[in-house]
């Protein structure tokens, strides 16, 4: 009887400890049952980002993060055959030693047990991977199969490439218009877990790699977008703009070769930026764009003959045959003025005039030709439409202020392409910042093919026009802070005064300043637009003062880089001389 008793208390004993182990470690994991199998999806690595010239922008590497489980650890029997149990001190310092942790602090985790699944560390080192994964040296380490998102020069083209979240999904830029190509195929693994629901990394039964996703390659060039930036940023900081932009594109194919916004933010960082630094100002900003317009109208009435480059305007502001005509400041002029007068000294009166004259309809038709409010088709998300309300419905002061750039709304990338079908005798090609989309095993998904959008202008009036907009960067013009030694400018400023959100009318002495060019002007090949947006009354608020000096350096160094011909080589011979 004494015997019996004996035997039943040790089987009541046995049984205390064997529920008390399994409701700590809810199962011991080294059964080999169904229940504690596991089937899951593995993500694909995401594709890269590369430049024109190659150049890595963006990529993706596989990384592990760790969390520490103390009920686990304490709970778990770890050791290897014929070797005694490790106890938990050994299995930290395996776990610090692998990681880089401090081994007091990580031994100090290890036993809060009312606090799981503490964070360690990330990494991508494989060998520290391997031996917490080993369940014969290592318990109660979570491990996540992560990719981290390295975007390789910081701030860089920020805006162009845009971001991807803390979960991984794609939250702007061509990370997110293009994330069906980026994000690839996922693979599966199968194999066993603890109680916990983590994997058994030596345990695996199926594993099936996931295809990784496409690399994309565009047309902008590292070194030029660096450029672009810091010309931008150092324009904005001494004329005391409160933002920017800067665009080049190639003046044949439409190709962006440097797209800059400022305020910028870092990709890496994506969930602190704020509204203003996430606009894409080149895309994503409609504003009147003011005296660069001007050049639309002119080349627009050119091309119908509707004038000649010489053809007079008289330049009286109260003039009863015209509608509220806006004024030219303080200017005085002769009492009559050329049509390429009015461009080279960027008068309000004259094309206002001409204009009018010229007529709204065939204006609106124009100005939709050139591109003007419709979307470009850039890749990126965001583009802004633009305003451009249909010509039955201009009233008088439209019909005057339209053709000088007021009451009309348009994104710089629109502009840039309106000017860009100047450069390339009157053929507007598509924008376009993606050259091809590469697949894993190298096959080419997708390649850009030059797509024409129109011809606003011919030929002939888009190589007259340039000569008409050559002096505007001399002694002449607007803009002789926008001359470049030893090339010819075909360009245009604008002072655009700032509409009042939700309001009528514009703010007192604000401005956004512009200077577009097209560099050679005889043999164009490149479009440069240069915007600084002030939210201040500053002196140099003009684009002839402001915007032309930073196209005048921008561009400088594009042409160096590109190695684009001098078309005036006297002039660099000269500046040797001195």
Known sequence: MTRLRVQAALLILFALYSGQKLVRSHIDPSVDDVDYMFERELKARRGSIYDATGYPLVKSVPIWEYHLDPVALTNRVV???GEPPR?????????ASALGLNFRET??????YKNRYQFLARSTDSEAHRIIADSRLVAGVAISDKQER??????LMSHVLGSINAEEEASAGLELKYDRFLTGVPGRIQGMKDANGRELYDKRKISIDPIAGADIHLTLDHNLQYEAENQLKAGIEEFGAAAGWAIIMNATNGAVLAMASYPDFDPSAYGKTTDEQKLNRCVGYTYEPGSVMKVITVASALNEKFVRPDSLYNTKRDDPDYYRLPGDGSHVWEPYMSVADAVVHSSNIVVGKLGYDFGQERLYNYMRTFG???KTGIELPGEEVGILRDWKRWDKATWSRAPIGQAVAVTPIQLVSAYQAIANDGLRMRPHLIDRIVGPNG????????????RPISAETARTMREVMKPVASAKGTARRAAIKGYSVA?????AQKKLPGQRGYASGLYIASFCGIVPADNPAIVVLVSLDFDA???????GNSSAVVFRKLTTEALKYLMVPSDKPEEIFDEDLD
Do not use: C, W
Not at 107 to 112: M, Y
Not at 150 to 155: E, N, R, V
Not at 443 to 454: A, V
Not at 491 to 495: A, D, E, L, S
């Open 79 to 81: 050791r290897r055959k």
């Open 87 to 95: 106890p938990p001190a050994a299995i930290v310092k395996t776990v």
């Open 107 to 112: 031994l100090a985790k290890s036993t809060n």
């Open 150 to 155: 390295q975007y390789l020069h910081g701030t």
């Open 372 to 374: 003007f409010g419709a």
């Open 443 to 454: 096959e080419e998904i997708y390649r850009h093919l030059d797509e024409p959008m129109g």
């Open 491 to 495: 360009g245009k400023t604008g002072t």
């Open 537 to 543: 009354h500053r002196p140099f608020h003009q684009g």
